[in-house]
């Protein structure tokens, strides 16, 4: 974004430098020049010590925490000779299949040094999903524990409203005694399964909309109160419930009204 990137004149005996991220700027150099100024940064690596480095370049922030909305980490980058460090990372672009490439890679590493190991060999795509790992665990737990909700309402839905038309069946045979139609009895049935779910999904979206906030730290990229999600989802349950509405209407339809008329 700013500045410079390293170069080999950043060596070890160089003036120490380093490149900070722009959330970095945002943090600690708000309204001031960051390039230029001067930074302590503790040095973790093999001699462990408070190195005073200059800014020579700004680059855009990297998100490296998938499954956090925004990163905490200020990141600075500093180069390798002025830090060395006990192991090292080599990013190798392929225009095929990456794996073709692992061998060559490891004998030019060994012409460089001999003494290199080369150890977990990953394609970018493996790197990808261990780092989502954790947020796709959740998500698959969160669609697994939501279609089990939704199979239990189904089924409940269900059960209510036979246990309704069998109760009812003396008075669904008056009324198909008295003149009603098929057409009356399924809009009977089906009425009154869809005004318990009807209640059933406000009282959800109520309480969902007052609880979402809990799980803000488990969505990235979705807000809490996402229009969409609050829209498909009652849409999806009210399908659902519908669907289970419909064997007990069948069920009224095809009941004998004289058995149901001598039955206790």
């Not at 500045?3 to 309204?31: K, Y």
């Not at 925004?70 to 080599?90: E, F, G, R």
């Not at 979402?212 to 807000?223: D, Q, Y």
């Amino acid at each position: 974004m700013r500045g410079r990137v390293f170069t080999d004149r950043d060596s070890e005996t160089a003036p120490e430098v380093c490149i900070v991220s722009d959330a970095f700027v945002r943090r600690f150099l708000a309204g001031r020049e960051p390039i230029g100024a001067r930074v302590a940064i503790g040095v973790p690596g093999i001699r462990a010590r408070i190195a005073n480095r200059e800014i020579v370049g700004v680059v855009r922030h990297v998100k490296t925490r998938p499954d956090e909305a925004s990163d905490s980490v200020y990141q600075i980058y500093v180069p390798t000779a002025q830090s060395p460090w006990i192991m090292a990372n080599l990013i190798v672009r392929t225009d095929g299949d990456p794996r073709q490439v692992v061998e060559q890679v490891k004998r030019a590493i060994a012409r460089v040094d001999p003494t290199q190991a080369v150890s977990q060999v990953r394609t970018m795509a493996q790197v990808a999903a261990l780092s989502t790992a954790r947020p796709r665990l959740r998500a698959q737990l969160v669609v697994a524990f939501a279609a089990l909700s939704a199979l239990l309402a189904a089924v409940g839905i269900f059960s209510v409203l036979t246990f309704m038309v069998q109760q009812r069946a003396r008075e669904l045979c008056v009324r198909l005694a008295v003149g009603a139609n098929a057409r009356d009895l399924l809009r009977l049935v089906l009425g009154s399964g869809l005004k318990l779910t009807a209640i059933g999904v406000a009282i959800g979206v109520a309480a969902s909309a007052a609880l979402v906030h809990s799980l803000a730290t488990l969505l990235f990229g979705v807000p809490p109160l996402d229009p969409l999600t609050f829209v498909i989802a009652p849409l999806a349950l009210t399908w659902v419930a519908l669907l289970a509405c419909l064997a007990p209407a069948v069920r009224a339809l095809r009941a004998d009204p004289v058995a149901a008329l001598r039955a206790e």
